[in-house]
C-alpha cells in the first residue's frame, strides 16, 4: 500500500468520534480489515491466486483452488473470541494515548472481563510493531547502554542483574538539542561483540557514531563508521559535566523508564521487557505523527500482515487459565459480504 496517500477522514478517522461512527459493529470492522488486508481484491493465501467470490459464511472462495478463507484467517486476529469492535477500541487506546494503555486500564475501559485477557490483546499488539528490514539511523547517532526494568541505575559488567535488562540506545541527533528516530534492543552484555553487533542492526554504515570511552564501542571506525568517542575525563578537564557526553540517549532512557513506572506503575516482568521496549520506540519514532489516527491505522495494517500469535507464546510461565474463555456466541454478527461497500468512506477513493 506504499503508493497510497493516506488521508485523515477517509483512510483512517480523525477522532474518536469518527472512530466510533467508522466501527459500530464486528461487520464494520471486518471491513476495514479486508481493505487493508486485499486492497486489489481478494489474493488467495493458499494458492496465491488474485480473484474469488465472498460465500454465505462470511469468507471467500478462491476462484482457483476453491479454499475458503476469512479476512483474518492466518493475522493478529485468527481465531480470536474477543469481538473485533473490542479489539479495534483496544487498538485505537494503545495507538491514540500518548502514553499508550496499561492492562488495568484497559481491562476497565473495554469492561472485559479478565485481566489477562486484556492483558495479552496489549501484547499481541505489541508483537506486530517490529517489522524486519526497517531502515537504519543515519546521520550524526548517540549509542549507548544502560539497564531498564529495575529501580536503581545500573553499572557495567557482567553482574547479576536480577529485574534489569541491559538495553542498548541509538538515537539520531541533529545539533542543538533535537532528536530523531530511535533504536532500541536488548543486549547479553556490554562486550564490543554485543555493542558491534547492536550498532550494525540499527545504524547505516556512513553515520557519525557518537559513544563514550567504553572499550566495547572500539573498532566501530572499521566498520564503516565515523566514530565520535567522547572521554568523561575529557569533558571534566574541560569544566563539562559527564553526564551530559551523551544527552539524548539519556533523555530517551529517562522517558522509557518514567513510561515504565507511570503507565505500567513499574509492573512489567522481565522477559517482557523487551516488547515494551518496542511498544516505547515505536510510539516515540511517531511522537510528532500529524494524527493520532493515522498510527491506529499502522498498527492494524501490521496486524493483518502478522502471523497468529499464540497465548502460550505471549506467556513464560503458563499458568492453568483462572477464567473460561469467552463462549464462541458471543463473536457478533458474520460480515454481509455484499452490504454497499462505499457507504465506507476508505473504500470512496481510487487507491490507485
Ligand atoms: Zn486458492
Redesign the pocket.
Same mark, same amino acid.
Given at each position: 500500500m506504499g503508493a497510497v496517500q493516506l488521508r485523515a477522514g477517509v483512510h483512517y478517522p480523525r477522532s474518536a468520534g469518527e472512530f466510533q461512527s467508522w466501527f459500530a459493529t464486528d461487520a464494520d470492522c471486518l471491513d476495514y480489515l479486508d481493505w487493508l488486508r486485499w486492497p486489489e481484491g481478494f489474493i #488467495?493465501?493458499? #494458492? *496465491?491466486?488474485a480473484g474469488?467470490w465472498p460465500v454465505a459464511d462470511g469468507r471467500y472462495k478462491? /476462484? /482457483? #483452488? *476453491? *479454499?475458503r478463507?476469512s479476512v483474518t484467517a492466518g493475522t493478529l486476529f485468527d481465531r480470536r473470541r474477543t469481538p473485533l469492535t473490542v479489539w479495534f477500541t483496544a487498538c485505537w487506546m494503545f495507538a491514540t494515548g500518548k502514553d499508550g494503555v496499561s492492562a488495568l486500564s484497559l481491562q476497565r475501559a473495554l469492561e472485559i472481563g479478565s485481566y489477562p485477557t486484556a492483558w495479552a490483546m496489549l501484547h499481541r499488539l505489541r508483537s506486530v510493531l517490529v517489522r524486519p528490514g526497517r531502515e537504519r539511523l543515519t546521520g550524526m547517532v548517540e549509542v549507548d547502554e544502560t539497564f531498564i526494568g529495575g529501580e536503581e541505575a545500573g553499572l557495567r559488567g557482567g553482574r547479576a542483574r536480577g529485574k534489569k535488562v541491559l538495553t542498548g540506545i541509538a538515537v539520531e541527533v541533529t545539533p542543538p538539542r533535537g532528536m530523531g528516530r530511535c533504536r532500541m534492543a536488548p543486549l547479553a552484555d556490554a562486550s564490543a561483540k554485543s555493542l558491534h553487533a547492536f550498532v550494525t542492526d540499527h545504524v547505516e554504515p556512513g553515520a557519525t557514531v557518537i559513544t563514550d570511552a567504553w572499550q566495547g564501542y572500539r573498532g566501530l571506525d572499521k566498520l564503516g563508521y565515523l566514530h565520535d568517542r567522547r572521554s568523561q575525563r575529557a569533558a571534566q578537564a574541560c569544566g563539562d559535566d559527564p553526564g551530559e557526553l551523551l544527552p539524548a540517549v539519556h533523555r530517551i532512557a529517562s522517558l522509557i523508564k518514567r513510561w515504565l513506572l507511570g503507565t505500567h506503575q513499574g509492573s512489567v516482568e522481565l522477559a517482557h521487557l523487551p516488547s515494551y521496549i518496542n511498544e516505547f520506540a515505536f510510539r516515540f519514532n511517531r511522537r510528532r505523527s500529524r494524527s493520532r489516527g493515522l498510527v491506529f491505522y499502522r498498527v492494524l495494517e501490521l496486524a493483518i500482515a502478522h502471523d497468529p500469535v499464540r497465548y502460550r507464546d505471549l506467556v513464560v510461565n503458563p499458568q492453568p487459565k483462572t477464567t473460561p474463555p469467552t463462549p464462541p456466541g458471543k463473536r457478533g454478527n458474520p460480515p454481509s459480504m455484499d452490504r454497499p461497500r462505499a457507504a465506507r468512506p476508505w473504500q470512496t477513493t481510487d487507491l490507485g
Open positions: #488467495c493465501p493458499r #494458492c *496465491g491466486h474469488g478462491c /476462484s /482457483s #483452488c *476453491g *479454499g478463507t
